[in-house]
């Protein structure tokens, strides 16, 4: 896995391969990880780990794909609020994420796991019965994923490091 102290965009694509192809985090976990990793988010790394292992797809439901929700969260940590009283906060908060999903949506084509799987792959994959499971490794996933999360990644990357919060990061 490449260093944080290099140039961390120049190091997107080997921290996500890392993390899907080594540790084996799902999408969700690895654009969060890697976010994390390279702009030194303040949190409890192994909790959100944990707590993002639902997230592919929403449950692996063809909802929202897990590179978005993962990369979310990054933005929440960094410029989110714990109140409703910070009002200009809470509308960069969502100015950057909404900037993101349109991004994101741009490249991809959509923010929808089903909708990305069917242009990644040519079809939709129910990734809840282990055939499917199964068909979906060998059509390539360990390849084409990380590409997503890669591109979910840098999209987050170019926005978050604008204009950091200092209160939210190391």
């Not at 899907?20 to 303040?42: N, V």
């Not at 792959?121 to 490794?137: A, D, I, M, T």
Request: net charge negative; hydrophobic share 35%.
């Amino acid at each position: 896995m490449e260093k944080n102290n290099a140039d961390p965009e120049a190091n997107l694509e080997s921290n996500v391969k890392y993390f899907m192809q080594e540790l084996g985090y799902y999408c969700s976990q690895a654009s969060f990880a890697t976010l994390q990793k390279l702009l030194s988010i303040e949190c409890d790394t192994s909790a959100f780990i944990k707590a993002l292992r639902p997230f592919p797809g929403i449950a692996l439901r063809f909802e929202t794909c897990g590179a978005v929700t993962g990369s979310l969260i990054a933005i929440g940590l960094i410029h989110g609020t714990t109140g409703g009283d910070d009002q200009g906060q809470l509308t960069t908060c969502l100015t950057i994420a909404d900037e993101f999903c349109s991004r994101f949506e741009k490249e991809m084509g959509s923010t929808r796991c089903g909708d990305i799987m069917e242009r990644q792959f040519g079809k939709r994959f129910n990734l809840r019965q282990s055939e499917q499971w199964q068909e979906f490794r060998d059509a390539g996933s360990k390849e084409k994923c990380p590409e997503v999360v890669t591109c979910a990644v840098r999209i987050a990357f170019d926005l978050l490091s604008k204009g950091r919060s200092g209160d939210h990061t190391k």
